[in-house]
């Protein structure tokens, strides 16, 4: 069983004025970051053009990002045609605590948004940089490489592999565990969970083993600490550790839809697709709201873009950037 909520489209309309959430035509979010584009933004204190600013929604980090001219210097992205480096200015609290420049790939935030990580690609050696309350900096340098030695073309095809092995790399809150998967032809395969060591720059990684079947087909997964991960199947939303699948919730046929999304929030799981969307809760797989887009389809836009703020869950309104909210209050432990 769970607790049913209705909206009406009266109601809805009512909670815009007092929960309006506006997003500027450049803006959109992703896993609770919102995310602005098209900038060509000069800010107090950075020597360089801001181009994407990323700001977690409940969070005191803001990222600045510029793109560049590749420099030489740094390892371009295999196969683009544009070569691209970046500056990266991270901020808490309004106050720059870290600046870069280079080939950076793979950012990330942390489920709640309060961890921060990147890796940035040398000829010789990468780096993974994480930022929470510290800014730590793990160092892997390729062995057949000399200091300061720049291979042609042809010679620097190391640069391109991807570091530790795997091709994702999504970071636990504390910031001391990874979630590390490939990626190929968009399928995601079985995955890792990683322990970041402190004083080298390696990892240790631990093989998640799921005891269901089709292991390859999982949509999204999300890490929030070494015991506690997320995946979300085509029929299916499940937690696991390294060693132990705690619950599975299987999809009922009152979805219209196939959910291909999910974030974490509080105590919350936040399921979405196009046309429907539900919260469960995180500690038992419980399903606790659903709403269908289904007749309403002229008023609510989709459901792809929603996010939660102040224990709101926030989704966009037809043909406008205003987004109508649906109070998580009563879930929220």
Not at 13 to 21: D, E, P, W
Not at 101 to 130: E, P
Request: aromatic share 14%; hydrophobic share 35%.
């Amino acid at each position: 069983m769970y607790k049913q909520v209705s909206i009406f489209i009266t109601l809805l309309c009512l909670s815009i004025t007092v929960n309006a959430q506006h997003l500027a035509q450049n803006q959109y979010v992703k896993d609770q970051v919102i995310v602005t584009f098209d900038l060509k933004q000069k800010v107090d204190g950075l020597d360089f053009e801001v181009n994407y600013i990323y700001q977690p929604i409940e969070s005191d980090l803001k990222v600045y990002i510029g793109k560049k001219l590749f420099d030489g210097e740094h390892c371009p992205p295999e196969g683009y045609t544009t070569k691209l480096t970046q500056d990266i200015a991270v901020y808490r609290d309004e106050k720059l605590i870290w600046k870069g420049s280079g080939y950076f790939d793979s950012l990330r935030f942390s489920s709640d948004g309060k961890t921060f990580k990147v890796f940035r690609h040398f000829h010789n050696k990468s780096q993974r940089i994480i930022i929470n309350d510290l800014v730590t900096i793990h160092e892997n340098r390729y062995a057949h490489y000399e200091e300061g030695y720049v291979p042609d073309d042809q010679e620097s095809r190391p640069c391109f592999l991807n570091y530790e092995g795997f091709d994702e790399h999504l970071i636990s809150n504390s910031g001391t565990h990874s979630l590390s998967f490939f990626i190929h032809d968009g399928l995601e395969t079985p995955f890792s969970i990683c322990t970041i060591k402190k004083q080298e720059s390696g990892l240790v990684c631990q093989e998640v083993k799921p005891d269901w079947t089709n292991q390859n087909a999982f949509f999204k997964a999300q890490i929030v600490s070494e015991n506690e991960v997320y995946v979300l199947y085509e029929h299916m939303l499940t937690r696991q550790s390294p060693s132990k699948t705690f619950w599975n919730t299987k999809f009922s046929d009152k979805f219209h839809e196939k959910f291909n999304n999910f974030f974490v929030y509080k105590n919350l799981l936040i399921v979405n697709g196009m046309n429907d969307i539900a919260v469960f809760d995180k500690s038992n797989g419980q399903i606790l709201w659903q709403r269908s887009r289904r007749g309403e389809e002229k008023v609510l836009q989709t459901f792809d873009s929603v996010f939660a703020k102040n224990n709101q869950l926030i989704f966009q309104l037809e043909g406008t950037t205003i987004h109508g909210a649906q109070s998580l209050s009563q879930f929220i432990e």
